[in-house]
T-cell receptor
């Protein structure tokens, strides 16, 4: 069965520092990969997605993610975080035809001023 | 401008009193999903509609039902809410779903409190 692991439950970074959130997936074929962000009390907003092609994907709000097949990873990065980036981040995978997302447990990001 | 709308945003009900949550979409998407998200947890899929076809997850309790009277609207009915059903309920839509190259668009959620 597919699974998604986000090893870091909680990360704290200083404003202006770089950020990397880790995501590992378990799936035999190439999955479809997503990163969503959730602010407190809100729904999920899509940051970026990978289906095929260029393994470095650009998203909204200055985020990017890199698909590495050899490591089964899809890590999210941002060169310089802003206080407004404080939120919960979810990595998700969907297999072809499944119509279902499998979510990781999420990583809560705290920004120090 | 809103694409996936959920009403109400906050719902308080009493233990055992039936409650209905509403979701509507302006995207004309074929697929609509209902997720349950408990505090500090990932969203958990309850069921989804592919057009009029209902697809229930194996571990979704019978207490949870859903209706989709037309393309735009989908309802989540909780027949006898228990304290453990207090959660955020998220509605999502996707255009097609068959190919897998689909993005799910989420509503803002309904926070359900059970007293």
């Amino acid at each position: 069965a597919q699974s998604v692991t986000q090893p870091d439950i909680h990360i704290t970074v200083s404003e202006g520092a770089s950020l990397e959130l880790r995501c590992n997936y378990s799936y035999g074929a190439t999955p479809y990969l997503f990163w969503y962000v959730q602010s407190p009390g809100q729904g999920l907003q899509l940051l970026l997605k990978y289906f095929s092609g260029d393994t470095l994907v650009q998203g909204i709000k200055g985020f990017e993610a890199e698909f590495k097949r050899s490591q089964s990873s899809f890590n999210l990065r941002k060169p310089s975080v802003h206080w407004s980036d404080a939120a919960e981040y979810f990595c998700a995978v969907e297999r072809e035809g499944a119509q279902k997302l499998v979510f990781g447990q999420g990583t809560r990001l705290t920004i120090n001023p | 401008d809103a694409m996936v709308i959920q009403n109400p945003r906050y719902q308080v009900t009493q233990f055992g009193k039936p409650v209905t949550l509403s979701c509507s979409q302006t995207l004309n998407h074929n697929v609509m999903y209902w997720y349950q998200q408990k505090s500090s947890q990932a969203p958990k899929l309850l069921f989804h509609y592919y057009d009029k076809d209902f697809n229930n997850e194996a571990d979704t309790p019978d207490n949870f039902q859903s209706r989709r009277p037309n393309t735009s609207f989908c309802f989540l009915d909780i027949r006898s809410p228990g304290l453990g059903d207090a959660a955020m309920y998220l509605c999502a839509t996707s255009r097609d779903g068959a190919s897998g190259r689909d993005t799910q668009y989420f509503g803002p959620g309904t926070r359900l409190t059970v007293l």
